[in-house]
């Protein structure tokens, strides 16, 4: 990700060392992502005004962090969001593997039209996919799945990943892209922070993601001062423990974005939109890259999807659990039996969304400093192929640094405790000005601009 290479210098880590474990470099993932963002923020208040801040970060905070969903707690009880039992790897024709997804309905609805199954009049419905499943071949699951409108994906090494279509686009992708040819201007000034602690005080997001990376991103910017507002459309259905997980620091509204008024005033008051869909899938809202660079010049853009933005599969929905099956992850952490392992977080998920909040952040320090800026995109399937090129650890599977302990870096809210944002600036712990709030009780509207702190 574009920056000052000297600003490493002005970062300390604590405590590295194997905290999460497992056959890949998973525990540097969670650092250098963190720390991409952490250091993002410090260029930002640099950029407004203050001092340039020390970068400081906790390699259990940041394990602890990338597995968040694990260790929030309502009522002193965990509450974690877990897979739907019909999210699973499933056995197929031939030996294959395939991993399914079907957390939300309308993915469970796709798998029944894909296979032909009920699974609703189902006494077993798991073992009624796992029959289904097994009549197939792995990639004729996964293109049946797609075409009905679901996500599926087959079990592929690496190799196998990087001779298909869609890797081939993936590799020849960086791990953040920079649209360029769409650089714009601000009209508007960004103004000066006070707080080098809270270098985003007085920005808006319109955080227009689902699921983990996207709302990953949105609460890293809550947790610097960002005014965060996360907009669902009506007629998706979200998990109540995943917005828990994500939400602190935000409000929550919902609205049809073919409302054009109320989305259009709401693009016009913003500094950053982050976009979480598939691309394209907003575009009929004008909400594509070069349409928002034209009408809204002032915004930094930056967007997430799976498979990135260009390639044959850039247009499937996919999913952490997915893209760890399809690029070859799951067969790097298979077991001495050979079924495919998993990763022991969902670092794509919690890697993208840092570097999503690092991509807004350096925008917006460039914004501050006058110059023009570009969007920036990123994606699942890019990071985990980063994560597959980088050098594998040196300790065994098991062999942990120690057992990151929760109870030390948990915030509690009411009955909702969770895990803090990793880091501090300048000696000081980020931090949420509230916790989650009911999902779309909010109005589709900003508040007034907050003083800088």
């Not at 007085?202 to 996360?230: C, M, Q, W, Y």
């Not at 690092?358 to 399937?381: F, K, M, N, T, Y």
């Not at 509230?434 to 999902?439: A, D, Q, V, Y």
């Amino acid at each position: 990700m574009r920056g000052d290479a000297r600003a490493v210098d002005a970062l300390e880590v604590h405590g590295t060392g194997a905290w999460l474990g497992g056959p890949l470099a998973v525990d540097d993932l969670a650092v250098a992502a963190t720390a991409a963002a952490l250091l993002a923020a410090s260029e930002l208040a640099q950029a407004r005004g203050a001092a340039r801040p020390t970068v400081e970060l906790s390699a259990e905070h940041a394990a602890l962090s990338f597995t968040s969903e694990r260790h929030m707690l309502v009522d002193d009880r965990a509450a974690g969001a877990g897979f739907a039992p019909l999210s699973r790897l499933v056995r197929c024709l031939h030996g294959g593997w395939a991993r399914t997804h079907a957390n939300y309905p309308h993915h469970a609805a796709a798998l029944e039209r894909a296979l032909a199954i009920d699974l609703a009049r189902s006494t077993d419905p798991v073992a009624t996919l796992e029959a289904a499943a097994g009549l197939l071949d792995a990639i004729a699951l996964e293109d049946a799945v797609f075409a009905a409108g679901g996500c599926v994906a087959a079990l592929r090494t690496a190799q196998e990943w990087a001779r298909h279509p869609a890797g081939r686009a993936i590799a020849a992708a960086p791990l953040v892209a920079w649209e360029d040819s769409l650089a714009t201007r601000s009209p508007r000034a960004l103004g000066q922070a006070a707080r080098a602690s809270r270098p985003a005080a007085g920005v808006r997001v319109l955080d227009l993601t689902r699921v983990i990376a996207g709302p990953v991103a949105g609460r890293t910017l809550a947790a610097l001062g960002a005014e965060v507002l996360r907009v669902d459309p009506p007629s998706l259905p979200e998990l109540p423990q995943q917005h828990l997980d994500t939400g602190a620091g935000k409000r929550t509204a919902v609205l049809d974005l073919a409302d054009a008024h109320t989305r259009e005033t709401l693009l016009a008051g913003a500094d950053v939109v982050l976009m979480g869909y598939r691309p394209g899938a907003l575009a009929r809202f004008g909400l594509r890259s070069d349409d928002l660079a034209q009408r809204h010049p002032h915004l930094v853009q930056v967007s997430l999807s799976a498979w990135g933005a260009d390639g044959p599969w850039a247009q499937r929905r996919g999913f952490d659990s997915l893209v760890q099956v399809a690029c070859g992850i799951a067969a790097a952490c298979a077991d001495a039996d050979g079924a495919p392992g998993v990763l022991p977080a969902q670092a794509l998920d919690h890697a993208t969304g840092h570097l999503m909040a690092g991509a807004a952040l350096r925008a917006l320090a460039g914004r501050a400093r006058g110059e023009a800026v570009a969007s920036a995109r990123l994606s699942l399937a890019a990071t985990a192929a980063t994560l597959l090129r980088a050098p594998r650890p040196l300790q065994a599977t098991d062999d942990l640094t120690g057992h990151a302990d929760p109870a030390r870096h948990r915030v509690a809210f009411g009955d909702v405790a969770l895990i803090a944002p990793p880091g501090t600036l300048n000696g000081e712990p980020l931090g949420w000005a509230h916790g989650p709030r009911p999902l779309g009780g909010d109005r589709p509207a900003w508040t007034r601009h907050p003083a800088s702190e």
